[in-house]
């Protein structure tokens, strides 16, 4: 199949040191707060929705001043709360996109169904500074290659064991993150 050339590339194969650095990262795992700010408290959940006006501004002008994307803005957001919490500058997440993605002459057009591809990310920021962790966290997602689909054909296509025994080390409490649109 096309999908199986395409696996065996050397596209493909210059990918496998990007996802290798990205797997070899050291992080902390989802830790106990330690910040001297933060009390643990009881497990809460909290629920909000976004006024139609404050949805249209995040979806539309806040993406302008720094050229971002809706995605980069939740994960920045998502980079800072951890952070605030965990006192720590280096989160790990895996992202899950549609895997979709413009693979080199692979028309899947007249496909069917849900395509997933999963990939790690490790956002490092040293600073606090939300204009600082928003351009870092968009650097950072701009430099994933075919917007992670390669992870997912290393990893279960061509079956790398060094990426899937490095992937399998860090998996454990981890955070996955999908943006899947607008409705």
């Not at 720590?88 to 693979?103: K, N, P, Y």
Request: hydrophobic share 40%.
């Amino acid at each position: 199949s096309q999908l199986h050339t395409f696996a065996q590339s050397t596209d493909i194969l210059r990918e496998r040191d990007y996802w290798l650095a990205q797997l070899s990262k050291p992080f902390a795992r989802f830790p106990e707060p330690e910040c001297a700010l933060v009390e643990a408290e009881p497990l809460k959940v909290m629920t909000f929705t976004l006024s139609a006006s404050d949805t249209h501004f995040l979806l539309g002008e806040a993406n302008q001043a720094y050229r971002t994307q809706i995605n980069e803005i939740l994960l920045a957001a998502l980079f800072l709360a951890y952070q605030r919490w965990s006192c720590r500058s280096v989160l790990r997440i895996d992202l899950e996109g549609h895997g979709r993605e413009a693979l080199d002459n692979l028309d899947i057009s007249d496909t069917v169904g849900w395509f997933t591809a999963i990939y790690p990310l490790v956002l490092e920021v040293e600073s606090e500074h939300v204009a600082d962790v928003l351009k870092a966290v968009k650097e950072q997602c701009r430099k994933v290659p075919r917007k992670g689909v390669g992870f997912s054909i290393l990893k279960e296509l061509i079956r790398d064991e060094q990426i899937r025994s490095l992937e399998q080390e860090q998996r454990l409490g981890g955070i996955i993150f999908n943006y899947l649109g607008q409705f």
